[in-house]
Each structure stands twice: as structure tokens, then as C-alpha cells.
């Protein structure tokens, strides 16, 4: 993949990004997802290093790394499942929450985001566009036809807004019925009503899912380890936003050493 460049609000703040399988900077990117997704949802990830979010997934996954290219840290990891390693993995790795089956029906090849996480300090539009531009270039220049990911709502108030964050979701990012899948653990429902008509913060990285032109599949699964509610959201590449496409539809593809 192409280096690219993003500058913020901070002269000196410069990012990069790259595709790697090299263990020690797939060790990097453990690190980073360990401690922002314990921070975030108050769990330890079953983790069996301490201080590593780790599985058997890993090994077989292209990860894509954000880079702050003057201090050298990571500030952003996702990594990507090719359905051509599937069999080696078992699965993908949301059929652990999910009913697949009508996905593996879709004509084209299907891949699979996870573990996509921000470092705190670098949460803004910058690094956020700069890490879907380079999963749309990913997508584009390795011929996937549809993504799919699991989109994480966390849980510390008992499932409110995840709640409101699914329906709202549904409401105007649903799936036709060919694209649905089927919770395993459905989130269970709470004893009152939601309002629907209060204005719904939906969060970063989900939004900008949804800018991509990714829709969800139905309803929401629980996952306990994680301590947060799953939506399964599919995009289908040919339906990329026209920024992404046609910027990165002629880019070349490196690896970090």
C-alpha cells in the first residue's frame, strides 16, 4: 500500500500507513488494541498475555498500520481476513457471534475488518479518514467484492444506547433481506421503551463505516468477552463512496519491512 500523508491542527504531526504480517509489528498492534479496548469496555479480553489482545485469527490476517511518522508510534490498527484464508482460520471470525449463511451465498469474494482501533489521542477526521482510505485502496487493489466487520457499542450503561445506536442503524442503514444474519447471542432487550427520537450519537469509526457506503445486516448479537453489543455491517466494494474509489482505484500496494 502507498504511503500516504495526513497533516493536522499539529505542524509537527505526520502519519503513514502500511499492510504488514510481521510478528513483531503484529505484537505492536496487540499492545495498542489491548489497551484501548480494555479501557473501553472494562474487560481483560480473556487475554492470556497480559497487556496482548491476541488470537488465533492474527496470524492469517493483513494488518493495517497507522503510524505517527515523526515519534514512530501506533496510533491505529485494523486487520483484514481474506475469505482464501478462511478455511485455515475455521471461519470467519464474526461466525463466532453471527449466522453467516446468507453471505456465503453472495456472489464475489468476501473479507472480513476486525479489531479496529484509535489511539485516544489521535481520534479525529485526520486519522480517521486516512485509516478507511487505506482499507478502500486495500479492497480495491486485492479484487474483494464485500466487506464485512463486526461494529462494537459499548455497554457500561447497561445497553441503552447501544440500543438506540442498533435502531437507528436499522432504520436507515439496513440490508435487504439477502444480506441478513442471525445474532447467536442476541443482546437482550431491556424492560422499558427506547426513544427513537432523541438524537443518536452514533461513534466514529461507525459513521464512518456508514460514509464508505457499509449497511447492517439485522439485529445486534451480545459478546460477553468484549462486554459490548455487535452489529455485523457489510459493504459492498462496488458501492465504495466515489472519493475513495477513484483516488485509490490506481494506487500500489506495499509492505512494511
Given amino acids: ?20 504480517r510481521n510478528p513483531v509489528e503484529i505484537e505492536t498492534a496487540q499492545r495498542l488494541r489491548y489497551s484501548v479496548f480494555s479501557a473501553e469496555y472494562g474487560s481483560n479480553l480473556g487475554a492470556t498475555v497480559p497487556g496482548i489482545d491476541a488470537d488465533r485469527f492474527d496470524e492469517l490476517c493483513d494488518h493495517l498500520m497507522v503510524r505517527d511518522a515523526t515519534s514512530g508510534q501506533l496510533v491505529a490498527t485494523t486487520r483484514i481476513l481474506h475469505q482464501k484464508q478462511v478455511w485455515k482460520a475455521g471461519g470467519f471470525y464474526s461466525e463466532g457471534e453471527f449466522d453467516l449463511s446468507q453471505l456465503y451465498d453472495l456472489p464475489g469474494t468476501l473479507a472480513e475488518l476486525g ?66 444474519v442471525f445474532p447467536i447471542r442476541e443482546l437482550p432487550h431491556l424492560t422499558h421503551a427506547v426513544n427513537e427520537e432523541r438524537a443518536v450519537e452514533v461513534p466514529a469509526l461507525i459513521k464512518a463505516y456508514m460514509r464508505l457506503g457499509a449497511r ?12 459490548c453489543a455487535d452489529l455485523l455491517v457489510l459493504l459492498e466494494v462496488s458501492r465504495l463512496a466515489d472519493r475513495y474509489n477513484r483516488h485509490f482505484i490506481k494506487q500500489r500496494q506495499h509492505a512494511c519491512d
Fill in 1 to 20: 500500500m502507498t504511503a500516504q500523508t495526513v497533516r493536522s491542527a499539529r505542524p509537527a504531526r505526520r502519519l503513514t500507513t502500511c499492510i504488514t
Fill in 115 to 180: 479489531r479496529t482501533c484509535v489511539h485516544p489521542a489521535y481520534r479525529n477526521g485526520g486519522t480517521i479518514t486516512l485509516l478507511w482510505s487505506a482499507v478502500a485502496e486495500y479492497l480495491v487493489t486485492q479484487k474483494i467484492d464485500y466487506l464485512i466487520g463486526c461494529a462494537s457499542i459499548g455497554m457500561s450503561d447497561g445497553g441503552l444506547k447501544a440500543w438506540r445506536i442498533a435502531r437507528h442503524l436499522q432504520r436507515e442503514y439496513l440490508t435487504e433481506e439477502r444480506c441478513r
Fill in 216 to 227: 447492517v445486516c439485522g439485529e445486534p448479537c451480545w459478546d460477553p468477552e468484549f462486554r
